[in-house]
């Protein structure tokens, strides 16, 4: 036992620095998004063209969270860590090649049937456009410019999963800065001279996949991966992968398919509904894509690692050690997003065409959304679990329950609620399938590492309650109640000292019931700092 011991905090240590590596991109990712996501609001709103941009930019947009955050990293990254365990590098480097060979031919055949068949995907994502003249044209158009987006995104997946079982994290996640910023000059430089300025946004987005595509170029030769050296198009771990993939792609998105119905009934619903949809899943994606998807993406290779090996009490623990973290950090952010909901909204996108309704409508999908939140998050963890075990089925199976409720829940809701009904339908949903997994996953696994995450969440539900409440009466303090119509400056301050007075709360709270993630945390931070 006291052998495993250095190991397994060594393998801790390993998760947790490399899931901060890949969280300050992402950050640094999601605050370009947000500046992104604001200039287009101004710009355009929430009205035809942004609703039209919104559900063609969907499509790529899902593709891009499928392979980059889902099938393609998640499958890959357990054949290739086997292959470089047990065969070597070289023979890992082989797979890689034959797999950039395979998968490049395979995105290209993707790409031109998607450009061929927009018509046909668009009336089956958004069949409420037809009622409204030239809005289905404009969608079907932009769906065209900006479906080979896949081609160079489908690429950067497959790199990051290279680069990740090497231990490199960063370009990876720094990647969708470049489509950001692509996207931002893009409104600026080209918008204005195109017929239709939403057109401009659309190439923006191609030019953000080629520069993503570019940037893991120089990382992934200095790791000693040469693209030109001879390789064939075909490897036997392709199988392995392709064979694992497949149901994957259902699995891992159960999130994603959900939000792709809400946009599908959302388009149904009054115009403007499928924006409010988008802009409220932006706020969410900041915590979802900095913290867990971080401490997933992370922690997949140490899985792997281990499942390789066959060392389960120490994949055992690596899980439990993931999910705690997730908790420790997503419920807090779960709350405060709730509590802060309509100023956090005003402030990053009232100006312009996103008008003071647009606001009150954007933070009731946002309230919806954040009951889901703690959720999302785990089910990335979970599901990263199941993978690097090469278990694809279960996933799978509790998947088709999970949209099954999904797709039942929304039209149940979205009559008395509109488009926060579907937001609260993509909450549950997931809900559903995390009780699920974790449900068969106990099984699977074994019960030892249960008892320490249920005192780890209780202590963290008790803290980010009281913060909560901490937050709610510095807000009413700071902000009027009346959020969307006090000034900028005033509603930054405001959110700035309850946010801060909410981080030191909370901090504050787990420190006072010993909280070991906090612990955690904070020692590698010093060891970090002194190194």
């Not at 800065?177 to 659309?202: Q, R, T, Y």
């Not at 899985?303 to 120490?314: G, T, V, Y």
Request: with cysteine; hydrophobic share 55%; aromatic share 10%.
């Amino acid at each position: 036992m006291n052998q495993n011991q250095p190991q397994s905090v060594s393998e801790k240590s390993k998760v947790t620095i490399a899931a901060g590596i890949v969280g300050a991109a992402t950050f640094l990712s999601r605050i370009f998004g947000f500046i992104r996501d604001m200039v287009i609001a101004s710009v355009f709103g929430a009205g035809l063209s942004a609703d039209a941009f919104f559900v063609a930019f969907r499509i790529p947009n899902l593709l891009r969270r499928l392979f980059a955050e889902g099938s393609l990293s998640i499958t890959f990254v357990p054949v290739f860590s086997e292959y470089l365990t047990n065969s070597g590098k070289n023979e890992a480097f082989k797979l890689a090649r034959s797999a950039v060979r395979t998968l490049s031919a395979l995105l290209i055949l993707v790409a031109v049937a998607g450009v061929l068949l927009s018509p046909l995907i668009v009336r089956l994502i958004a069949p409420g456009f037809s009622a409204t003249p030239g809005k289905l044209a404009l969608t079907v158009t932009l769906t065209r410019m900006m479906f080979p987006y896949i081609f160079f995104i489908g690429l950067v997946a497959l790199f990051m999963g290279i680069l990740n079982v090497l231990g490199h994290f960063a370009a990876p996640a720094l990647a969708p800065v470049c489509l950001n910023i692509a996207m931002i000059g893009s409104v600026f430089l080209i918008a204005p001279f195109m017929s239709d300025p939403i057109l401009g946004v659309a190439i923006g987005v191609i030019i953000g996949g080629i520069l993503q595509l570019l940037l893991q170029v120089p990382f992934l030769i200095s790791k000693g991966f040469i693209f030109w050296k001879r390789a064939s198009f075909y490897h036997p771990g392709l199988k392995k992968i392709g064979v694992l993939m497949l149901p994957t792609i259902l699995g891992a998105a159960v999130y994603q398919i959900n939000i792709l119905i809400g946009t599908l009934l959302a388009s149904l619903l009054p115009q403007g509904s499928v924006s409010y949809l988008y802009y409220a899943d932006r706020l969410v994606q900041f915590p979802l894509g900095i913290f867990a998807i971080a401490i997933a993406t992370a922690i997949l290779p140490t899985l792997s690692r281990q499942a390789a090996a066959k060392d389960i009490d120490a994949l055992r623990e690596t899980f439990a050690y993931a999910i705690r973290l997730v908790l420790f950090i997503t419920i807090p952010a779960m709350i405060g997003l709730i509590v802060l909901r309509e100023p956090i909204v005003a402030l990053l996108f009232k100006r312009g065409a996103f008008d003071a309704e647009t606001v009150r409508q954007t933070a009731v999908a946002l309230l919806y959304y954040c009951i889901g939140l703690w959720a999302f998050s785990a089910v990335r963890v979970v599901v990263s679990t199941f993978y690097a075990l090469q278990d694809t089925r279960t996933p799978v199976r509790i998947a088709i329950i999970a949209i099954v409720a999904n797709i039942a829940l929304s039209i149940i809701l979205m009559k008395p609620l509109a488009h926060g009904g579907l937001a609260l339908a993509t909450s549950l949903s997931s809900i559903l399938n995390l009780v699920l997994l974790i449900w068969v996953l106990r099984q699977r696994l074994g019960v030892p590492d249960w008892h320490p995450i249920m005192i780890s969440a209780i202590k963290t539900v008790a803290s980010s309650v009281i913060m909560g409440v901490g937050v709610y009466i510095m807000a009413y303090y700071t902000i009027s109640s009346s959020s969307p119509t006090v000034p900028f400056t005033h509603l930054l301050i405001g959110l700035s000292v309850s946010i801060v007075s909410g981080l030191i709360l909370y901090a504050g709270l787990s420190l006072l019931m010993k909280s070991d993630e906090l612990k955690t945390v904070t020692t590698i931070i010093k060891s970090k700092v002194h190194r």
